[in-house]
């Protein structure tokens, strides 16, 4: 896509987005953490040699990776964020997001504007789901980083047990797979259908950035059924790859051929 026709797309999202009654973003795959930056805190880099060295201590890693999260608060990610919540600020609107780092909510958001599906690191649940209770990780998570602060080696800590079978806990997200307990999000997902019933007729700009076909039931198929179905909808799918529009919104939608990350980091 030519700088040109990148500018006339943005022109026309932001018109779009000023015009509406209601705005939808959905956030997919192009915004995964890919922790790349892991190697900006030492702490964490010789937390991970450790690991490399005692393949024992491995089950620890996604404790690392939370602890990351929760230090990392700069980067190409949290700015395009911010860039998007500028954006649409002033608008009602709805985020569904896919991704589970909850670099989202390093931004402004209202999280009650927010649902993530996926679920995130914020709870713990049974790896085996013995049950649906969840926990909160947070202390697990400031034991990890006292015990590096302290230099008294992982091995010092115990993977944290579900109290009600002693299994091993997990987080609350879809890396659980089969046994990912869903109901960590449910109230949420409520009030987003709820939200999503009031379009109706409304003037709806639908935002779709970086969705891929990994989880398409969650965001792309259902975003392209609002856009069909509310003759007021203007639709604009962001993505490097994915970026077709299906025929019957191609009087509706735009296609933005473009990394949505650096598309957000771009915006004039």
């Not at 000023?18 to 190697?39: H, P, Q, R, Y």
């Not at 999503?196 to 700009?205: D, P, S, V």
Request: net charge negative; glycine share 4%; proline share 3%.
């Amino acid at each position: 896509m030519d700088k040109t026709e990148l500018i006339e797309k943005q022109k026309r999202l932001e018109e779009s987005i000023a015009d509406a009654d209601m705005v939808l973003v959905g956030v997919g795959e192009e915004f995964n953490e890919s922790f790349e930056d892991i190697g900006s805190f030492p702490h964490l880099m010789s937390a991970l040699e450790e690991v490399d060295i005692d393949q024992t201590l491995e089950w620890i890693v996604p404790f690392l990776e939370h602890r990351f999260l929760i230090e990392h608060n700069e980067g190409r990610l949290i700015r395009a964020y911010r860039n998007l919540y500028e954006m649409i600020q002033h608008k009602n609107y709805f985020v569904i997001t896919t991704c589970i780092d909850e670099n989202i909510k390093k931004a402004a958001f209202d999280t009650g504007r927010l649902v993530e599906p996926c679920g995130n690191y914020e709870l713990f649940q049974c790896s085996e789901k013995c049950c649906s209770e969840l926990y909160p990780s947070k202390d697990f998570s400031d034991l990890v980083y006292q015990a590096i602060l302290d230099n008294v080696g992982l091995d010092s800590l115990e993977i944290p047990k579900c109290p009600v079978c002693g299994k091993a806990l997990a987080y609350n997200n879809i890396l659980c797979e089969q046994n990912y307990v869903e109901e960590g999000y449910q109230k949420q997902w409520e009030k987003y259908t709820k939200w999503l019933q009031g379009t109706l007729n409304k003037k709806l700009c639908i935002l779709e950035l970086g969705v891929e076909l990994n989880l398409p039931s969650i965001i792309r198929w259902p975003f392209e059924k609002v856009a069909f179905y509310n003759q007021k909808a203007s639709f604009f799918r962001v993505n490097e790859s994915l970026y077709q529009m299906t025929e019957n919104l191609s009087d509706k939608g735009v296609s933005i051929a473009k990394n949505a990350v650096d598309f957000l980091l771009e915006w004039k």
